[in-house]
């Protein structure tokens, strides 16, 4: 399973989407993934990498605060969760963070908490992310610290990480218990989730999230998974240490949550 990512990731949805304005919007319902891509325009990926550098350059160089999806800020927008979560993992390791931040663009999470992950007496972030976003990161970003790598298994053979970090990612992967299951497979001892969508009263399903146009013009798709069976999934090989509610507002009844998860001690 360890090399099935390639496989079944679409290749155009690597690059995964945080909302960051105006609230997420959800709309319509698929039988199966496929069909919600025909409902769904998509985006010019080479547009969207070059608007992000051009973005997380200016906090490279210190003339932004903060960037997220391209879009710039004048303070931090913590996600004190993730945070917390993050430095409570560093405290199991000696006061050391191996991370793996899969769909991390760029470094936006990285760059987020680089005032406290400096306390640390080391700290290693890897990110997995498509070809361009990859390319850009080696040539502008990469340093001892951030590394970038086109799949898991590129990653596993350079880094061993002892914690992955999945922020707004499992909605947009077209298999995304698979997905799951290879994870726990790997063996990360922590796995950090974050603002994903879930639903209580329903199954599983697919629908198309759309973008603000603020961001980039685009839509496609995306799962809102059951909770219930979802936790009853990661329950099998890991520990909740923790849930959480995210600010994400939904133009659904459905809502986002984060987990922090620890894997099961063999008895």
């Given at each position: 399973?360890?090399?099935?990512?390639?496989?079944?990731?679409?290749?155009?949805?690597?690059?995964?989407?945080?909302?960051?304005?105006?609230?997420?919007?959800?709309?319509?319902?698929?039988?199966?993934?496929?069909?919600?891509?025909?409902?769904?325009?998509?985006?010019?990926?080479?547009?969207?990498?070059?608007?992000?550098?051009?973005?997380?350059?200016?906090?490279?160089?210190?003339?932004?605060?903060?960037?997220?999806?391209?879009?710039?800020?004048?303070?931090?927008?913590?996600?004190?969760?993730?945070?917390?979560?993050?430095?409570?993992?560093?405290?199991?390791?000696?006061?050391?963070?191996?991370?793996?931040?899969?769909?991390?663009?760029?470094?936006?999470?990285?760059?987020?908490?680089?005032?406290?992950?400096?306390?640390?007496?080391?700290?290693?972030?890897?990110?997995?992310?498509?070809?361009?976003?990859?390319?850009?990161?080696?040539?502008?970003?990469?340093?001892?610290?951030?590394?970038?790598?086109?799949?898991?298994?590129?990653?596993?053979?350079?880094?061993?990480?002892?914690?992955?970090?999945?922020?707004s990612v499992i909605q947009?992967?077209?298999?995304?218990?698979?997905?799951?299951?290879?994870?726990?497979?790997?063996?990360?001892?922590?796995?950090?989730?974050?603002?994903?969508?879930?639903?209580?009263?329903?199954?599983?399903?697919?629908?198309?999230?759309?973008?603000?146009?603020?961001?980039?013009?685009?839509?496609?798709?995306?799962?809102?998974?059951?909770?219930?069976?979802?936790?009853?999934?990661?329950?099998?090989?890991?520990?909740?240490?923790?849930?959480?509610?995210?600010?994400?507002?939904?133009?659904?009844?459905?809502?986002?949550?984060?987990f922090l998860y620890?894997?099961?001690?063999?008895?």
């Open positions: 399973m360890r090399s099935m990512l390639k496989r079944y990731v679409h290749p155009p949805l690597l690059r995964l989407y945080r909302s960051i304005a105006a609230g997420v919007r959800f709309s319509g319902e698929y039988a199966t993934w496929e069909e919600a891509l025909r409902n769904a325009t998509g985006y010019d990926a080479p547009k969207i990498v070059e608007r992000v550098t051009a973005a997380a350059l200016k906090v490279k160089l210190g003339e932004a605060t903060y960037e997220r999806d391209s879009v710039l800020f004048n303070e931090i927008q913590y996600s004190w969760p993730v945070l917390a979560g993050l430095m409570w993992i560093a405290a199991q390791h000696n006061n050391r963070l191996n991370v793996v931040d899969f769909g991390g663009s760029l470094g936006s999470s990285y760059f987020q908490t680089r005032k406290f992950l400096d306390t640390l007496d080391d700290c290693r972030w890897c990110i997995v992310e498509q070809k361009a976003f990859v390319a850009a990161g080696r040539k502008y970003f990469s340093d001892g610290r951030l590394r970038f790598y086109e799949s898991l298994d590129e990653c596993a053979t350079d880094r061993r990480a002892d914690a992955i970090l999945l922020s947009y992967l077209p298999r995304p218990h698979e997905f799951l299951e290879d994870i726990m497979q790997r063996g990360f001892r922590f796995i950090l989730v974050d603002r994903s969508p879930f639903s209580v009263d329903r199954a599983d399903r697919i629908t198309v999230q759309n973008v603000p146009p603020s961001i980039y013009p685009a839509s496609y798709p995306s799962w809102v998974l059951n909770l219930d069976n979802f936790k009853s999934h990661m329950n099998t090989a890991y520990d909740l240490i923790a849930e959480y509610d995210t600010a994400d507002t939904v133009n659904t009844p459905d809502f986002f949550k984060g620890r894997k099961k001690e063999a008895c």
